[in-house]
């Protein structure tokens, strides 16, 4: 099993351009995360999704759409990016959601100048 | 609402030496679980340690070990015999009763040989 990856593993984007970001994985899990880390932030949840065609926001979701409509895989889209949004993205999945243990793809790095 | 705290930013450890990151939480939560993530320069998230709040005992795995104090709300990784291979940020997360995981800062430990 791959378990969870990422694509694609870097890009750099201008301002304005859109762009989006595609997880998979293969472990049949229900539920999946978008995540953003900046340096000294932690990890920050933008959407999840607990099933196919669902989506919420997470703590950071401005700027981000999601779409899960099969159930391994949940994207995410920059319609108009912006430097603030340059970061490490990542993507997790689990079984359920509380208190399953989340896998992690292994991180995006978007620069946006 | 979940916070959690990382007041080390980073710390240093000898080889074959023992350290302790610290991590603080609060949470309204009666139910809940804490977690300690690795983070290789890979970038690869990796769950190292986790706990359930409801059980007295602490979580060990190996050389990892976990000092949960549940009435101070402090929950500190103590790592023994540190390795070379030890040498990552360590986050500390906290997931009570819903499917959000919430990360601290992180702290970044440096293994010297």
């Known amino acids: 099993n791959a378990g969870v990856t990422q694509t694609p593993k870097f890009r750099v984007l201008k301002t304005g351009q859109s762009m989006t970001l595609l997880c998979a994985q293969d472990?049949?899990?229900?539920?999946m995360y978008w995540y953003r880390q900046d340096p000294g932030m932690g990890l920050r949840l933008i959407h999840y999704?607990?099933?196919?065609?669902?989506?919420a926001k997470g703590e950071v979701p401005d700027g981000y759409n999601v779409s899960r409509l099969k159930k391994q895989n949940f994207l995410l889209g920059l319609e108009s990016a912006a430097p603030s949004q340059t970061s490490v993205y990542f993507c997790?999945?689990?079984?359920?959601?509380?208190?399953?243990?989340?896998?992690f793809g292994p991180g995006t790095r978007l620069t946006v100048t | 609402a979940q916070t959690v705290t990382q007041s080390q930013p980073e710390m240093s450890v000898q080889e074959a030496e023992t350290v302790t990151l610290s991590c603080t939480y609060d949470?309204?939560?009666?139910?809940?679980?804490l977690f300690w993530y690795k983070q290789p320069p890979s970038r690869q998230m990796i769950l190292v340690i986790r706990?359930?709040?409801?059980?007295?005992q602490n979580a060990t795995e190996n050389r990892f070990s976990v000092n949960f104090q549940k009435a101070a709300k402090s929950f500190s990784l103590k790592i023994s015999d540190s390795q070379l291979g030890d040498a990552a940020m360590y986050f500390c997360?906290?997931?009570?009763?819903?499917?959000?995981?919430?990360f601290g800062k992180g702290t970044k430990l440096t293994v010297n040989p």
């Open positions: 997790a999945s689990s079984r359920q959601g509380y208190p399953y243990e989340q896998y």
């Open positions: 472990m049949n899990h229900e539920y």
């Open positions: 999704s607990v099933g196919e065609g669902t989506t």
């Open positions: 949470t309204s939560e009666s139910d809940y679980y």
């Open positions: 706990q359930e709040a409801y059980k007295q």
């Open positions: 997360a906290s997931q009570g009763g819903s499917e959000k995981l919430v």
